[in-house]
């Protein structure tokens, strides 16, 4: 996939809005099937710290919990340069109003009180009129891996494809740290696409880091199921020249300014990912 990164710019504003509806889910028995996760314990004793002191120790908690594959992963696509990290608010406010932007998307969060509580302000903040869902947990159901059960149960119940196509949950600091294994979730409920991600503050620089992160395991998900047989075509139809993706987020016009440059090329503009639906992603592939 080709890509032209643009500016960083954006709100959430345009959201899409949801009302809130009350869904009667049926849990899958299987749920109690799932082995509970081993849990970092050590972890739970820096509830909160990620993003101002105990990175440290929350990585080395992560890794210790199985996390290391991801974070070296980060840590190799995100370098942090001479100014380590930039303050600034959560990074996984950069991936949660992505979600929060698409169309037939529910997001979850998975963290400490204080973090969700910021996290979500600020998406109201900037007009996120939909809700965003949580699953509190505490020292005991952290260490006992009932947080785990407690997120697929959460997972199983908003899973109706009549309201969703996609669920995403997200593993703040503290889950992370303990090993939250998200990737033990199933890939689809009901019709409904499962994505589990870890944006730790400790292991995430900034927002646009996060960005990516979804947009990432979105794509890998799109690219699967093209593999495995037809799929929607984007809404607006197919582009009659190739295309080129853009990725990140830009200005209205900004698509059309890159689209002018590209036409004596024999291309055109491709979506912008993260899209706002899903079916537009199949056209990044
Ligand atoms: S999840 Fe975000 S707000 Fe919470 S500790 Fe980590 S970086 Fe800070």
């Given at each position: 996939m080709n890509a032209i990164l643009?500016?960083?710019s954006g709100?959430?504003?345009e959201s899409v809005a949801h009302d809130a509806v009350e869904v009667e889910i049926m849990v899958d028995d299987t749920a109690a099937?799932?082995?509970p996760p081993a849990i970092n314990a050590a972890a739970t004793k820096t509830d909160g710290l990620g993003c101002h002191a105990g990175k440290t120790e929350l990585s080395?908690?992560?890794k210790a919990a199985g996390k290391s594959e991801i974070l070296d992963r980060y840590a190799a696509d995100y370098p942090k340069g001479p100014h380590d990290q930039p303050q600034s608010m959560c990074p996984a406010f950069g991936s949660l109003r992505v979600g929060l932007r698409m169309r037939r998307t529910a997001t979850i969060l998975s963290g400490s009180a204080c973090c969700v509580y910021g996290l979500t302000f600020t998406s109201h903040f900037y007009g996120a009129r939909r809700s965003v869902g949580y699953v509190p947990f505490n020292s005991e159901t952290l260490v006992t891996g009932k947080l785990f059960e407690d997120i697929r149960e959460a997972v199983f119940k908003l899973a109706d494809p009549a309201l969703y196509d996609t669920i995403i949950i997200t593993n703040l600091c503290v889950p992370t740290a303990s090993g939250v294994p998200l990737d033990l979730l199933p890939d689809e409920i009901n019709g409904v696409r499962i994505i589990g991600i870890d944006?730790?503050?400790?292991?995430?620089p900034t927002h646009a880091e996060a960005k990516d992160v979804l947009a990432a395991a979105?794509?890998?998900y799109a690219r699967k199921e093209v593999e495995q047989g037809p799929v929607q075509a984007p809404r607006g139809g197919r582009s009659e020249?190739?295309?080129v993706a853009l990725v990140g987020e830009m200005f209205p016009a900004d698509p059309v300014?890159?689209?002018m440059m590209l036409e004596p090329l024999g291309l055109a503009a491709g979506p912008v990912v993260p899209t706002r639906e899903w079916r537009e992603l199949y056209a990044a592939l």
């Open positions: 643009p500016r960083y709100t959430i504003g099937a799932v082995a080395a908690a992560a944006v730790p503050g400790f292991g995430v979105m794509l890998e020249r190739p295309t300014g890159i689209g």
